[in-house]
Nanobody
Framework: QVQLVESGGGLVQAGGSLRLSCAASGRTFRVYTMGWFRQAPGKEREFVAAITWTGSNTYVADSVKGRFTISRDNAKNTVYLQMNSLKPEDTAVYYC?????????????????WGPGTQVTVSS
């Protein structure tokens, strides 16, 4: 099994920045992907960003492109999400996720492992 724990969420004003971290523990795989999804009240959980552990390919959703950056620390099995120029519509619970392989990186149901989530609130 893989266990994930997010940290770094909080309350910020519009235009501010936050850096989320997610550390994976337990069994990992030779080829895998870690990603970030978010869920706002009354909405479906949506893809935000993902990164693979082979070619270090990164992917970001159009809604956050140019503002959010995903990165990794291989030695710590940790993924980061740097969020800049935050907007009120970014307010959501942000979930870290893990899957084997490097395909279906933006498919919610392809990820079997999830962290408990961390709240990000952006005030106007």
């Amino acid at each position: 099994q893989v266990q994930l724990v997010e940290s770094g969420g909080g309350l910020v004003q519009a235009g501010g920045s936050l850096r989320l971290s997610c550390a994976a523990s337990g069994r990992t795989f030779r080829v895998y992907t870690m990603g970030w999804f978010r869920q706002a009240p009354g909405k479906e959980r949506e893809f935000v960003a993902a990164i693979t552990w082979t070619g270090s390919n990164t992917y970001v959703a159009d809604s956050v492109k140019g503002r959010f950056t995903i990165s990794r620390d291989n030695a710590k099995n940790t993924v980061y999400l740097q969020m800049n120029s935050l907007k009120p519509e970014d307010t959501a619970v942000y979930y870290c996720s893990f899957k084997s392989g490097d395909i279906q990186y933006d498919i919610r149901n392809a990820y079997p492992y999830w962290g408990p989530g961390t709240q990000v609130t952006v005030s106007s």
